[in-house]
């Protein structure tokens, strides 16, 4: 019913940029939450940014001051800016999506494929 799609991964060095895209699309009725999450080989997924209806936005400590979040409200959509990128940084990053899809229904989290960001030299 509904589907969440992310792009813009790949390979950078150390200290270099990626922008990833992620759009929801399907029965949407209305959207209550998105965010990146990420998971490096031997750890658990953490929650890096996220914004939600009330309009709190969270950012993971260790991203504060180089990630930036954005919202595309016509695509039901959100972007991750990630600058001066670490070595550590390194991951499959995942997008949700909270979604209501009909009036009155529970909502559901929705979950991407993940798009591999690798910081590498």
């Known amino acids: 019913q509904v589907q969440v799609a992310e792009s813009g991964g790949g390979l950078v060095q150390p200290g270099g940029s990626l922008r990833l895209s992620c759009v929801a699309s399907?029965?949407?009725?209305?959207?209550?939450?998105m965010g990146w999450y990420r998971q490096a080989p031997g750890k658990q997924r953490e929650l890096v940014a996220s914004?939600?209806?009330?309009?709190?936005?969270y950012y993971l400590d260790s991203v504060k001051g180089r990630f930036t979040l954005s919202r595309d409200n016509a695509k039901s959509g959100v972007d991750l800016q990630m600058n001066s990128l670490k070595v550590e940084d390194t991951a499959v990053y995942y997008c949700s999506a909270e979604v209501q899809t009909d009036s009155g229904l529970v909502p559901y989290d929705y979950w991407g494929q993940g798009t591999q960001v690798t910081v590498s030299s």
């Open positions: 914004w939600n209806s009330g309009g709190n936005i």
């Open positions: 399907g029965k949407i009725f209305a959207i209550l939450a």
